[in-house]
């Protein structure tokens, strides 16, 4: 016969056992979730003018990294196309494994003068968003950068930096705003009401042949500029 002073010993008995276990899942997912959230990155490459380092994070479902510069006070770097002095970037991922495609996006830059003229690029901060593919989104994406570039300040530096990051695209849901922040510098097409490049046209009847470029600001042109990049560089 079992009494209620027996079930009640039987329910003592197993209370804390449900509750150590009730507590350990809820930090399992707890912590599953932390890791999840948490957007990863590399370590700082760093040198007297500033320093790099590769940082991720997704949207929309798609994999993403970045390549984060921090530049010192009155140093600056290039855009793909750096005007009339000055060197673009070189970015080979050629290491990188577990990848389909890489893309990187350049987020609009300023134009500089400089002592021979303009050139273009970036002052303080950039970072330049990648888009990534994994060959198979089962496995996890090794990145892995060579980085060539250039900084300027009264002289120019050659520089380099060798970046590796981890990536898997089954768990890493983290945004990173500064990936995010960039992406909205990222140049597109111009939507109704914003300035657009109404036509271009070569101009022969000089000796030296010249470019028109018409473009229309609706909101005026004051702190607006154009870039032109020709196919191929």
């Given at each position: 016969?079992?009494?209620?002073?027996?079930?009640?010993r039987?329910?003592?008995?197993?209370?804390?056992?449900?509750?150590?276990?009730?507590?350990?899942?809820?930090?399992?997912i707890?912590?599953?979730?932390?890791?999840?959230?948490?957007?990863?990155?590399?370590?700082?490459?760093?040198?007297?003018?500033?320093?790099?380092?590769?940082?991720?994070?997704?949207?929309?479902?798609?994999?993403?990294?970045g390549?984060?510069?921090?530049?010192?006070?009155?140093?600056?770097?290039?855009?793909?196309?750096?005007?009339?002095?000055?060197?673009?970037?070189?970015?080979?991922?050629?290491?990188?494994?577990?990848?389909?495609?890489?893309?990187?996006?350049?987020?609009?830059?300023?134009?500089?003068?400089?002592?021979?003229?303009?050139?273009?690029?970036?002052?303080?901060?950039?970072?330049?968003?990648?888009?990534?593919?994994?060959?198979?989104?089962?496995?996890?994406?090794?990145?892995?950068?060579?980085?060539?570039?250039?900084?300027?300040?009264?002289?120019?530096?050659?520089?380099?930096?060798?970046?590796?990051?981890?990536?898997?695209?089954?768990?890493?849901?983290?945004?990173?705003?500064?990936?995010?922040?960039?992406?909205?510098?990222?140049?597109?097409?111009?939507?109704?009401?914003?300035?657009?490049?109404?036509?271009?046209?070569?101009?022969?009847?000089?000796?030296?042949?010249?470019?028109?470029?018409?473009?229309?600001?609706?909101?005026?042109?004051?702190?607006?500029?154009?870039?032109?990049?020709?196919?191929?560089?």
């Amino acid at each position: 016969m079992t009494t209620r002073t027996d079930e009640m010993r039987d329910v003592d008995d197993w209370l804390p056992v449900i509750v150590i276990g009730a507590a350990l899942v809820a930090m399992l997912i707890a912590g599953s979730s932390m890791a999840r959230a948490e957007p990863a990155e590399s370590r700082w490459v760093g040198e007297q003018f500033g320093r790099v380092r590769l940082i991720a994070g997704e949207a929309g479902g798609k994999l993403l990294a970045g390549v984060e510069m921090r530049l010192e006070s009155g140093w600056k770097t290039y855009w793909r196309i750096p005007g009339d002095a000055g060197v673009p970037p070189d970015l080979d991922w050629s290491g990188s494994s577990n990848t389909a495609r890489i893309k990187v996006l350049y987020p609009v830059p300023k134009r500089m003068k400089d002592p021979i003229g303009y050139s273009i690029g970036y002052e303080d901060h950039v970072v330049f968003p990648v888009e990534i593919e994994a060959a198979d989104a089962r496995k996890p994406v090794e990145l892995r950068l060579k980085l060539l570039y250039a900084v300027c300040r009264e002289v120019c530096i050659p520089a380099e930096a060798s970046l590796e990051l981890r990536l898997d695209p089954r768990t890493q849901k983290g945004a990173s705003p500064a990936i995010a922040a960039a992406l909205a510098k990222v140049p597109r097409r111009a939507a109704p009401g914003e300035p657009e490049v109404v036509s271009a046209r070569i101009d022969t009847s000089a000796p030296n042949p010249r470019l028109i470029v018409e473009a229309r600001f609706p909101k005026g042109f004051e702190g607006a500029d154009l870039f032109l990049e020709a196919e191929g560089g």
